[in-house]
């Protein structure tokens, strides 16, 4: 069965410190396809990236940062020198080949002090 | 230039009322959803259409009916509404292909009272 798992609901740090959202998947299928998603206090839902099981390789953006390591089956997300601006909800998804649907992590909630 | 947009952006109505939320996507998606996003954040689908045909029918009561005249559309009516219908509800787009992205639009907020 597909699942995903943020087990943070929340975390709060001070601006400028480096903070990881962890997000672990659960799949059988050994083509996939992960994302992360932003949701701002406004409210949309705003794509950060995708990668595909194939792919292992990091990723960096900026101050994002992702490492995916399948033998964890983990996706986790860094933010670097986090801003008030990070403050958001964060979600892990996943879709598997062959469905339509994305499953979606619970998001964690994540909160940067001045 | 809006990608995926959505109207209204908030609905407040009385119990027992009819409803619809309208959703149009430009990106030249085939296919499209409909979330249910409650209070916890917790964000559960309802349905999906690709190129208007339903693919996707999770456990909702069907006073939930989804529409789509053509593929960059997909609007969804709620009829007697209840009180725990109140949450934001996000349209989204894909294209059908394995790796493609869902791209969301920026929610209703409905309040049923």
């Known amino acids: 069965a597909q699942k995903v798992t943020q087990a943070q609901t929340e975390i709060s740090v001070v601006e400028k410190e480096d903070v990881t959202l962890d997000c672990v998947y659960e799949t059988r299928d050994t083509t996939y396809y992960l994302f992360w998603y932003k949701q701002p206090p406004s409210g949309e839902l705003v794509f950060l990236i995708r990668?595909?099981?194939?792919?292992?390789q990091n990723e960096i953006s900026g101050r994002y940062s992702w490492n995916f390591q399948k033998s964890t089956s983990s996706f986790n997300f860094t933010i670097t020198a986090s801003q008030v601006v990070d403050s958001a909800v964060y979600f892990c998804a996943l879709k598997e080949t062959g469905t339509y649907k994305y499953i979606f992590g619970t998001g964690t909630r994540l909160k940067v002090l001045a | 230039d809006t990608a995926v947009s959505q109207t209204p952006k908030y609905l407040v109505t009385q119990m027992g009322n009819d409803k619809s939320i309208k959703c149009e996507q430009n990106l030249g998606h085939d296919t499209m959803y409909w979330y249910k996003q409650d209070s916890k954040k917790f964000l559960k689908i309802m349905f999906s259409?690709?190129?208007?045909?339903?693919?996707i029918n999770e456990t909702v009561p069907n006073r939930f009916s989804p529409k789509s005249p053509d593929k960059a559309h997909l609007n969804l009516h709620i009829n007697s509404l209840e009180l725990g219908d109140s949450a934001v509800y996000f349209c989204?787009?894909?294209?059908?292909?394995?790796?493609?992205?869902?791209?969301f639009g920026p929610g209703t907020r409905l309040t049923v009272l």
């Open positions: 259409y690709n190129n208007k045909e339903l693919i």
């Open positions: 990668r595909n099981s194939f792919d292992e």
């Open positions: 989204a787009s894909s294209q059908l292909r394995e790796a493609d992205t869902q791209y």
